[in-house]
């Protein structure tokens, strides 16, 4: 191997798993004389890190690859896909896009050393993992680091593509997440989001059968002023320990990300849900009446096949009854091996899909700025990430962003803030 540096650009279009993914192919690739680069035009090799979740996702990696493919005419560039859709799509690419040289899938990261090499076009997609190796892991942000504790999905909901392109869940072993945990508070990161698709079911796999609320009652105990944040939950899976731990911890933040996905009983039982709206709703007031200014956010999708317009309602009815502090949403999109996209003759018409789309975004909006005015006239503690426009802009623990005026305030200090203003995004105030 030649001991000249080569820049290496990962375009990262998924979740913050797939976001700890390009952070960990980063360091595997320090180790081999790649730096990374933040301008693809400067890199001698480019990889999208892709996400499968809908169909606008995995559009959006193919118009990189087609960028890729110009820029290739003009330089000598190596391109490669790896991430959600590289592990659905495999050799398919190589044939689709004649310009990629690499194609990997989520579990073959750990073998990039011995692709990245190659002379000749690779495709590697493996269905069980290879163990992880000891590499370096290059941070992208500075204050907030990711670590995941659980990968994969079990659960199959009629509408995901993640247990395919993840895999049976696996959870990695306490002392290696403790380790990884030390390590990231050494380097003076401040805020740990421990990671899985579903966080609560971290330990079922293992013989000693840890869990979720254990694993975070350790990291407590690590020495240091920091956060701990985890997600994603699964409702039924939320512990009674769990909100015990969280209630009495002074680390763990109170913010809960609790997808509920549809306010209708049917629609949850077509997503091959495991709940109904009773049973969330009892999880979302036994997690408020334990933990104070506790944030609970969720994802919904609209336009399910086969969703009726009264069933629509009942989402957003759900998200007024839970008063629910936020939520992402999504337009149902039909994926690839997934049992809801064979229902054809149930597809929500596209217009309409739209249109509920735009009043579940409206009514998040509302909720929003209902949650965000709640805080007004409070003291909140505030972890400094940024200083832009004259004006600091930092993080709650639970999660509200606050642009505050302050004296003597630095990027990574906890300061308290008393909130003298709310809009539907975010909280403003002054430094006490
Ligand atoms: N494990 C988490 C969610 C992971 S995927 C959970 O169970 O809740 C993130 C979100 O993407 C999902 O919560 C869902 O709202 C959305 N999503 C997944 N598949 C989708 C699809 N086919 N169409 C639209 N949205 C989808
Ligand atoms: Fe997808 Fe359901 Fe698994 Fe979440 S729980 S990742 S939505 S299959
Ligand atoms: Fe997307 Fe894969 Fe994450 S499909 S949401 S990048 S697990």
């Given at each position: ?151 994969g999905c079990n659960n199959f909901c009629s509408y995901c593509v993640v247990p395919y392109t993840r895999g049976r869940e696996r959870s990695r072993i306490p002392q290696v997440i ?92 077509a997503m091959n849900r495991r709940y109904d709206r009773k049973t969330y709703g009892e999880l979302v007031k036994k997690i408020r009446n334990n933990i104070k200014n506790v944030t ?16 629509f309602e009942m989402t957003l009815s759900a998200i007024d009854e839970f008063e629910l502090d936020y939520s992402n949403t999504a337009a149902y999109s039909p994926r690839p091996n ?95």
């Amino acid at each position: 191997m030649s001991n000249t540096l080569k820049k290496v650009y990962i375009e990262t279009l998924g979740c913050q798993m797939n976001k700890s993914d390009s952070e960990r192919i980063y360091g595997i690739l320090s180790n081999f004389n790649y730096v990374p680069c933040a301008n693809e035009n400067e890199a001698d090799l480019c990889i999208v890190n892709t996400c499968s979740i809908r169909k606008l996702s995995e559009d959006k990696a193919y118009s990189k690859l087609g960028v890729w493919g110009k820029l290739k005419k003009e330089k000598s560039l190596k391109i490669g896909i790896c991430g959600c859709v590289a592990q659905q799509e495999g050799e398919k690419l190589l044939k689709r896009f004649p310009y990629v040289d690499l194609v990997f899938g989520t579990q073959n990261i750990y073998e990039l050393p011995e692709l990245i090499d190659k002379k000749t076009r690779v495709c590697a997609i493996r269905e069980k993992p290879v163990a992880e190796s000891d590499f370096n892991i290059i941070r992208t942000k500075s204050l907030n680091a990711w670590l995941p504790i659980i990968e994969g999905c079990n659960n199959f909901c009629s509408y995901c593509v993640v247990p395919y392109t993840r895999g049976r869940e696996r959870s990695r072993i306490p002392q290696v997440i403790i380790n990884e945990a030390k390590n990231i508070l050494k380097e003076g990161f401040k805020e740990i989001t421990l990671l899985g698709q579903n966080v609560d079911s971290y330990g079922k796999d293992l013989a000693e059968k840890p869990t979720l609320a254990g694993l975070l009652r350790e990291i407590e105990l690590l020495e240091g002023d920091f956060r701990i944040r985890f997600t994603t939950s699964y409702p039924t899976d939320i512990t009674d320990e769990l909100i015990e731990t969280v209630k009495n911890s002074k680390k763990i933040c109170e913010c809960f990300h609790i997808p509920m996905q549809s306010g209708s009983d049917r629609i949850l039982k077509a997503m091959n849900r495991r709940y109904d709206r009773k049973t969330y709703g009892e999880l979302v007031k036994k997690i408020r009446n334990n933990i104070k200014n506790v944030t609970i956010t969720s994802d919904f999708i609209a336009g399910f096949p086969s969703e009726t317009h009264q069933e629509f309602e009942m989402t957003l009815s759900a998200i007024d009854e839970f008063e629910l502090d936020y939520s992402n949403t999504a337009a149902y999109s039909p994926r690839p091996n997934t049992p809801a996209a064979k229902w054809i003759e149930k597809y929500v018409d596209e217009n309409e899909k739209k249109h509920r789309l735009a009043v579940l975004n409206e009514k998040v909006k509302q909720m929003s700025l209902k949650s965000n005015n709640k805080y007004v006239g409070c003291e909140l503690e505030v972890l400094v990430e940024n200083f832009k426009d004259g004006k600091f802009e930092g993080r709650t623990r639970n999660n509200k962003v606050v642009h505050f005026q302050g004296e003597n305030t630095k990027i990574g200090d906890f300061v308290n803030v008393a909130i003298d203003k709310a809009s539907t995004w975010c909280l403003f105030g002054v430094k006490k």
